[in-house]
Each structure stands twice: as structure tokens, then as C-alpha cells.
């Protein structure tokens, strides 16, 4: 429940009343500034209150907007100011230092030191007139904008790719207001797509033909599901901690449920072995991600930050045909999907993997290469919190951090994929079971701390992370195939799936402003450096058949402990409400 405090002489034939109680809140009439102040003062603390105006005159939206998004402990639109509880005190300072002009009392938050959102209008009205001529001509700019078209638009993201915009949002936004208008929470829309996408992996499984093309259409309509959720959560501004969560994960999670649903689906067809291809496909798509997590948060509060590189991009921007095929290149989630679909329906496992692993293969090399010239040819000034991000980002453990106080190394990509590159080498071309991938591992770990010993500030410093995700991921896909036993590989994609999501749990943290998980979630599963030489001791130590059961055993035992982890943060009150509004992953 939320309060709205409406202040002044009540406007007759006015609507504002009745369209606050429409958007949920409890109103009160306060006609002078004592009045307002007893009923600022009878309001629970838990609540969230406005001071609304009330000779406002609007749109309905412009007040849905301005007062009822979760995401901000203030905003504030003209003639109305909102506040969370934990902005409760600062609010009634302001009323007591400045009146109930909700005007005046937004500029004094903001004077005090509260963040005060302002959310943007643009076509939206919101003004106090103050003669009925005025007030007559509001009313006539209320009249000539429909705000429900406003409303539906703006629920789609802003940047989306090729597919998404023209092939999904045109109709997926009144799913999402029919879902709107029957009381459907985005969180259960995203529920039912993780379900659909689960469904669909389970058809693709059966390794039948009518159970491919069933796969590819459920996959698709996961995908309208996935757009829809989102777009719920815009047009209703229904954004929660337990929202962002399920958000951030279950993408990931519906993607490579159907990548083992592929797997299994050729071995059953016809006895295909295509799980060295779904691992590798979640590697790739998994080291992608990380390219670009690094990557944007090592730069997007760096100084000085522009190159002739980024300068040609934004060039590029301004003809519109080339946004479209640059965002189609990069193979986001909606092109992505679509291609998957359409290969499960019409080809088979393996073919489908194939043209993924190249489209995916593609699209890393065109923009980790786009990436490596800005960074090379920008002259920025990256910050205290863009190196701690990075670090975070790198996942080390104890053996690294202490390598990492031991002794300074410069170059820190160079030193870091040299040992990359020697673990996955030496794992593919020694003997199974031998002792060379542990000696390798062990130089990993000491590369691996010397690469994080200083502060990631250099031009190419991003790049230690996606180096770190691809060393420990492939030296697990390496070892599963080199054990040639049945169950191997899919006891290894089950690890690598662990792993990822604790990376993945790692990205969104700090990008809700929370920071990385705790430490000693990192040192519990030892960090990336600690699980690959864990990998190779398991390697050498046991036999084929044991290896499997030692990977299984490590895969639950990493889901236990970083999904309970997880799931009390982001269920927590201390977890951001947030809703991703970037580029599609």
C-alpha cells in the first residue's frame, strides 16, 4: 500500500483522485500545510508516500511514472514528489523547511543530498496551471496525446536486435498489457518461459522429428515470453529484487537446458555423440558474455575515454541500415534463438551446433577484435571501481590471491593466457591420467595470480577475465573427452553450467551496484585457478569411470553452494531492483 498526501484547495470536476487510487494509492486530502504535516506523520513508516498537487493536471502515466517506480528512493514529476521509506525522514524535513509545494520539496531533497529521480516525458504532460485558462489549455494537451500508445511503446528496450524489434515486440507488448490487465506479474511470465524453454529441451531430447520441430517452435514462443516479461515489468513498472534475479539468470539457464535437450536428442536419434559440441557451444556463449561484461564495465566510467575507433562506430550509427546488420553480427539472443530454432526443426543436433559454434565463433572474433582497437586507441583513464570490478570479475581464489601478494607481473592478459594456454595444450596432448596437466595447472595458478597482482587498469586489462572463464572451461571440456567414457562429457557440462552461473550471479552483483559475492563464497569453491587444478589432480588420481563420478560430484556440490548463495541475496531486501536495459545478450 502507498499514500499519496494531495495538497491545496481540491480543483472540481478534477481526476486526479481517482486516477492516484487507480495506480494503488491511499489518498489523503490536506488543504493547508498542517494538514499535510498530520498526515505525512500518520503514514506507516513502512509505506512508500507522495505529495501530489492539487491543481496537477496529466497524464495518467506521467503519475505512473513519476510515483510509482520501485527502482528510486525519490522522483519526482512537476507537481508531484514521491519517496521509498528509507527517504522518509528527508522528506519531512522538506515539507517542514519548505512547505508542500512538491516543487519546492523535490529541490530541497535534492539540496539535502537525495538522489531524486526525474523521469523523462517527453509527449507525457505534467504541470500545475494556475487560472482556469491555463488549466483549459493543459487539459487540451492532455486531450491530444494518448498516452496509452506512449505506455505501450516505451515498454520495449530501447536497443534490441534485428529479430527481436520486427519479429516479436510488434505483438509481444499487448501480451504484455493483456498480462497487465489481468493481474500477471512479470516474474511468473518469466517463469512460464524458463518452463516453455524447459519443455522444449525435453522434446528436443525425445531425438524424434515431430519432437525437433516442437523444440524450435516452444523455444521461439520461450523467447515472446522472454520479451514479454520484460516489457510487462516497463509498462506496469512492476520491477523487484526477485525480478532482476530470475531475469539475469534464466536466459542463460533456458539456453543451455536446450543445448543438453539437443544432446541428448542425437544420442537417442541415432546414437550421435554431440556433447562435446553442447559444452563447447556454452564455453563460446559463456566467454562472449564475459568479453562484453568486461569490456563495458572497464570503460563506461573511464576519463578521457575516446578513440577514432569508437568515433567511426557512432559514424556508423547515423546510417540506419548499418545499426541493424552490426547489431544482426553479433548474434544476440533473438537472432540467436531464431537460428537454433529453425536448425533443431529442419536439420539435426550436430548440424545445428555447428552452424551455432561458427555464427557464435563469428560474432566474438568481430567484436573482441572491434573491442581490442578502441581499448588500444582510446587514451582513457579507467578508475578505482573499474579495476575492483575486473578483479571481481576474475574469480580467484586463495592459491591466486596469494601468488598475486607474492610478486608483481606487468602485461597482465599476456601472463595470464600464457598459462591459459598451457593448461588446455598440455591437457589435449599428453597422455590421460598423467602428471603434465597437473604441472600445468600448477603454472596456471602462479600466472594466474601474477596477472591480477596489480591493479587492471591497462587498455587491454579486460581481457583477464574472459582469458581466466576460457582456461578453466576448456581445460575441463579437454579432460572430459580425453577420459572417452561414457557420461563424462555431460557430468562436465553440468560443472562448467555450476560455474557459469556463479559467473554469471558475479556480472549481474555488480552491475546492480551491490559489488561480488562474498569471499568466502570464492574461496568455498575455490576460484577459477583452484577448481582447474582440482580438475587435473582428479584427472591423474582417478580412473576413466571414477573421473566421471568425481566431475558429477563437483558440479552438485558447486550448484549447492553457490545457488544457496544466491538465491538469499537476490531474495534478500538488500539485493538492487533492477531491470536490464543494455544491449541483448
Known amino acids: 500500500m502507498s499514500t ?3 495538497t491545496g484547495q481540491p480543483v472540481p470536476g478534477s481526476s486526479l483522485e481517482g486516477d492516484l487510487r487507480a495506480l494503488g494509492f491511499d489518498v489523503r486530502l490536506a488543504p493547508d500545510a498542517a494538514d499535510a504535516e498530520a498526515a505525512l506523520a500518520t503514514v506507516p513508516g513502512d509505506q512508500r508516500v507522495a505529495v501530489v498537487d492539487a491543481g496537477f493536471v496529466g497524464h495518467v502515466h506521467a503519475l505512473r511514472l513519476g510515483l510509482t517506480d520501485p527502482r528510486f528512493p525519490a522522483s519526482a514529476i512537476p507537481g508531484a514528489v514521491t519517496v521509498q521509506p528509507a527517504a522518509r525522514q528527508a522528506l519531512i524535513r522538506a515539507v517542514q523547511e519548505t512547505g508542500t509545494a512538491p516543487d519546492a520539496v523535490a529541490k530541497s531533497l535534492e539540496a539535502a543530498g537525495t538522489d531524486v529521480h526525474r523521469p523523462e516525458l517527453g509527449e507525457l504532460v505534467a504541470a500545475v496551471p494556475h487560472d482556469p485558462q491555463a488549466r483549459n489549455e493543459v487539459r487540451q494537451r492532455v486531450a491530444a496525446v494518448d498516452d496509452e500508445a506512449i505506455r505501450l511503446r516505451t515498454a520495449v528496450k530501447a536497443r534490441d536486435g534485428f529479430f527481436t524489434t520486427y519479429c516479436i515486440s510488434p505483438y509481444s507488448r499487448y501480451i504484455a498489457r493483456w498480462c497487465a490487465r489481468r493481474g500477471l506479474t512479470p516474474n ?5 518461459s524458463l518452463l516453455t524453454a524447459l519443455i522444449a529441451a525435453g522434446c528436443a531430447a ?3 522429428r515431430p519432437g525437433f520441430v516442437a523444440a524450435g517452435l516452444l523455444l521461439l514462443f520461450s523467447f515472446v515470453l522472454d520479451c514479454t516479461d520484460g516489457q510487462l515489468a516497463r509498462y506496469s513498472l512492476q520491477y523487484s529484487t526477485l525480478g532482476a534475479w530470475l531475469d539475469a539468470t534464466f536466459d542463460r539457464a533456458k539456453e543451455y537446458a536446450y543445448y543438453a535437450g539437443l544432446a541428448l536428442g542425437a544420442a537417442h536419434a541415432s546414437g550421435d555423440d554431440v556433447w562435446a559440441l553442447a559444452l563447447g557451444a556454452m564455453v563460446l556463449q559463456t566467454c562472449r558474455h564475459v568479453v562484453d561484461f568486461s569490456f563495458n564495465e572497464a570503460n563506461h566510467d573511464a576519463s578521457a575515454n575516446t578513440s577514432p575507433t569508437a568515433a567511426l562506430s557512432d559514424k556508423l550509427d547515423s546510417v540506419g541500415w548499418t545499426v541493424w546488420v552490426r547489431r544482426m553480427i553479433v548474434l544476440p539472443i533473438g537472432e540467436r534463438w531464431a537460428l537454433i530454432a529453425l536448425f533443431t526443426a529442419l536439420t539435426t543436433p550436430r548440424i545445428t551446433f555447428y552452424v551455432l559454434l561458427v555464427g557464435c565463433a563469428l560474432a566474438a572474433c568481430y567484436t573482441t577484435a572491434g573491442r581490442v582497437l578502441r581499448s588500444l586507441t582510446r587514451k582513457a583513464r579507467r578508475t578505482d571501481r573499474a579495476a575492483l570490478a575486473l578483479a571481481d570479475l576474475a574469480d580467484s581464489g586463495p592459491i591466486a590471491r596469494a601468488v598475486a601478494k607474492a610478486g608483481k607481473s ?17 591437457s589435449a596432448f599428453t597422455d590421460f591420467g598423467g602428471v603434465w596437466p597437473i604441472v600445468a595447472a600448477a603454472v596456471y595458478c602462479v600466472t594466474s595470480g601474477l596477472a591480477v597482482s596489480r591493479p587492471l587498469k591497462g587498455a587491454l586489462d579486460w581481457l583477464v577475465p574472459p582469458i581466466f572463464r576460457a582456461s578453466e572451461y576448456l581445460t575441463i571440456l579437454v579432460l572430459a573427452a580425453r577420459a572417452d567414457v561414457q557420461g563424462a562429457l555431460p557430468a562436465a557440462f553440468g560443472l562448467v553450467a555450476a560455474v557459469a552461473y556463479h559467473h554469471y550471479d558475479t556480472v ?5 551496484g551491490t559489488g561480488a559475492p562474498p569471499h568466502w ?9 583452484g577448481r582447474t ?14 573421473f566421471t563420478v568425481a566431475l558429477t560430484a ?20 538488500g539485493a538492487p531492483a533492477v531491470h536490464d536495459e543494455g544491449e541483448p545478450a
Open 206 to 208: 525425445t531425438g524424434t
Open 533 to 546: 587444478l582440482v580438475v587435473t589432480v582428479l584427472a591423474a588420481l582417478l580412473t576413466n569411470t571414477d
Open 410 to 426: 606487468p602485461a597482465a592478459p599476456v601472463v595470464g593466457l600464457i598459462g591459459g594456454v598451457a593448461v588446455v595444450t598440455v
Open 554 to 573: 563437483l558440479a552438485v556440490l558447486v550448484a549447492l553452494v553457490v545457488l544457496a548463495e544466491s538465491i538469499r541475496f537476490w531474495v534478500s531486501a
Open 521 to 529: 563464497l570464492v574461496r568455498a569453491i575455490g576460484g577459477h585457478e
Open 188 to 192: 511468473q511470465v518469466t517463469t512460464a
Open 508 to 512: 549481474y552483483r555488480i552491475r546492480g
Open 4 to 6: 499519496a498526501i494531495v
